[in-house]
């Protein structure tokens, strides 16, 4: 990024807490990435909403997001300008419905409405990440998924308005919003629940988190299931690459999990491109074996070649 826009940034944003140079793999969960040219943390949605406003009337490209759960960085680092959304995270129950802010943390959300005997956010409990992260990828856990809850999505359109989006199913499908298509910033987000017993949805919370932890699930860095699982395949994609022999297959320090095919893990120093080579190695492997396309999950952030990036 040339240094007169970090200058333009530096003195004139309305975002106040700026760093420059920021290392990025801290806010990954693989913690691999090279640093961002500049990165913005909001302290309030308005703060956030008059950053994109002023990013996007000065024509300055940049990118969103949450805790970074589902993101390979690049090693070269991210020149766009990089939005943390972490910071906004007030949650608030009216009713049978919460409402957070898109940075809310899932875990603290699942927790708030067990708090107030509300059922219906268990099937998530565990899984890292914001709400505005799990909105935008339709995140899916034992079998439920975001969609099955959501009410409304407050965004900004691409005037920068405020709008409300109001749930239709047909928006939906496997990991893919609506927000995917138009990339733009999920401000707050509203769920619908039921009540119910809290000792039950307790329960119930306990024994989702302590499965994922009895699969390894937290055992080291990654970005939870690196590629997406296909209902035409017929079979979970882990499956897939456990039949390949995969497990345990390593490249510098990345490793595709010896306990889980489909979790890619970073054994200490990975690089990016580790992760890349194995999600390469992986796929084509699944391609010239079994005739199967597999389909990364995890976003790619940063500066890549684009035929890096081909997978097909
Ligand atoms: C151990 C582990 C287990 C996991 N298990 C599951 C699982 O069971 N099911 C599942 O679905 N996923 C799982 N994941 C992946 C990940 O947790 C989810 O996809 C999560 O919803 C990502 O949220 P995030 O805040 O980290 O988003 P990020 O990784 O920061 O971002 C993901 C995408 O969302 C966009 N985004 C984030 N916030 C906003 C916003 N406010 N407005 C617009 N766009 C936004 C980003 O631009 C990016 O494209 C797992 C990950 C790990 C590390």
Redesign the pocket.
């Known amino acids: 990024m040339p240094d007169k826009i970090k200058k333009l940034i530096s003195q004139n944003s309305p975002c106040k807490t700026i760093k420059l140079n920021e290392p990025m793999a801290p806010y990954?969960?693989f913690k691999i990435g090279g640093p961002a040219d500049i990165l913005l943390i909001p302290n309030s949605i308005l703060e956030l909403t008059k950053t994109i406003d002023f990013l996007k009337l000065q024509h300055i490209p940049f990118?969103?997001?949450?805790?970074?759960?589902?993101?390979l960085i690049s090693d070269y680092g991210i020149r766009e300008v990089v939005v943390l959304?972490t910071s906004l995270n007030r949650i608030q129950i009216t009713n049978n419905e919460i409402t957070a802010e898109?940075?809310a943390q899932?875990k603290r959300l699942c927790e708030t409405a067990q708090a107030h005997s509300l059922s219906g956010l268990e099937f998530?409990y565990?899984?890292?990440?914001?709400i505005?992260?799990?909105?935008?990828?339709?995140?899916?856990?034992y079998g439920s998924?975001i969609a099955d809850i959501l009410k409304n999505v407050h965004?900004l359109d691409q005037k920068q308005n405020e709008v409300e989006y109001i749930f239709n199913a047909k928006d939906f499908s496997y990991?893919k919003s609506p927000?995917?298509k138009s990339?733009?910033?999920?401000?707050k987000v509203t769920l619908r629940l039921k009540e119910d017993d809290k000792i039950k949805i307790n329960q119930i919370m306990q024994e989702n988190i302590e499965d994922?932890e009895k699969k390894g699930?937290?055992k080291f860095p990654?970005?939870?299931?690196i590629f997406k699982n296909n209902r035409d395949f017929k079979i979970p994609t882990g499956k897939i690459l456990d039949e390949l022999g995969l497990r345990g297959f390593t490249m510098g320090d990345a490793q595709i999990a010896p306990y889980h095919g489909n979790?890619f893990i970073n054994l200490g120093h990975a690089k990016a491109m580790d992760v890349l080579n194995l999600i390469k190695h992986a796929t084509q492997l699944a391609f010239h074996k079994k005739q199967i396309h597999l389909e990364p999950?995890i976003?790619f952030?940063g500066e890549w070649n684009k035929n890096e990036l081909n997978f097909s």
């Not at 990118?63 to 993101?71: F, H, M």
């Not at 990339?183 to 401000?187: A, R, V």
């Not at 990654?222 to 299931?225: L, M, N, Q, R, V």
């Open positions: 990954s969960s990118v969103i997001i949450g805790s970074g759960t589902n993101l959304t898109c940075g899932v998530i565990g899984m890292p990440g914001t505005g992260g799990a909105v935008w990828m339709n995140a899916r856990c998924e965004y990991k927000f995917q990339l733009q910033p999920i401000l994922r699930h937290f990654s970005a939870g299931s979790i999950e976003c952030l």
